[in-house]
């Protein structure tokens, strides 16, 4: 298990899971949202995006977390080992509620780009 990626619904634990599988494995962990997402949240464009994934992956072993169709051929197809966190709606929901909450009320920053959730971000975007 050198090259694992970690998916599944928004929610659902993929975060939470591998960063305890990095930190037990000693595996770098690389985030696919704070590749995508710059300040403002605005998404890099496609091409820098799959450079940033490409040059991340391009070391001898990871753990990739997240949920990004344009850049599965660069995560999928050099992984040994995919994770797929398939948990009931129930559990996402509640899941996804506490998440929310908890970031809003501390105002936690997400992956150093200055962004924060909101309420209206995190179940009224299309993003969501």
Same mark, same amino acid.
């Given at each position: 298990?050198?090259?694992? *990626? *970690?998916?599944?619904?928004?929610?659902?634990?993929?975060?939470?899971?591998?960063?305890?599988?990095?930190?037990?494995? @000693?595996?770098? =962990?690389?985030? =696919? %949202?704070?590749?995508?997402?710059? &300040?403002?949240?605005? /998404?890099? &464009?496609?091409?820098?995006?799959?450079?940033?994934?490409?040059?991340?992956?391009?070391?001898?072993?990871?753990?990739? *977390?997240?949920?990004? @169709?344009?850049?599965? %051929?660069?995560?999928?197809? &050099?992984? %040994?080992?995919?994770?797929?966190? %398939?948990? &009931?709606? /129930?559990?996402?929901?509640? +899941?996804?509620?506490?998440?929310?909450?908890?970031? *809003? $009320?501390?105002?936690?920053?997400?992956? @150093?780009?200055?962004?924060?959730? $909101?309420?209206?971000?995190?179940?009224?975007?299309? +993003?969501?």
């Amino acid at each position: 298990m050198q090259r694992v *990626v *970690v998916f599944g619904t928004t929610g659902s634990g993929k975060s939470w899971l591998a960063e305890r599988l990095a930190g037990r494995t @000693g595996l770098h =962990l690389i985030e =696919l %949202d704070a590749l995508f997402w710059g &300040p403002n949240w605005q /998404p890099a &464009p496609l091409e820098l995006f799959r450079h940033r994934v490409e040059r991340e992956t391009s070391a001898e072993s990871w753990i990739v *977390v997240g949920n990004y @169709g344009q850049v599965r %051929d660069l995560t999928w197809c &050099p992984a %040994d080992t995919l994770i797929w966190l %398939d948990l &009931p709606l /129930p559990v996402v929901m509640a +899941q996804l509620v506490r998440r929310t909450i908890r970031r *809003v $009320t501390t105002g936690e920053e997400l992956w @150093g780009t200055g962004n924060r959730e $909101t309420l209206r971000n995190a179940f009224f975007s299309r +993003q969501s």
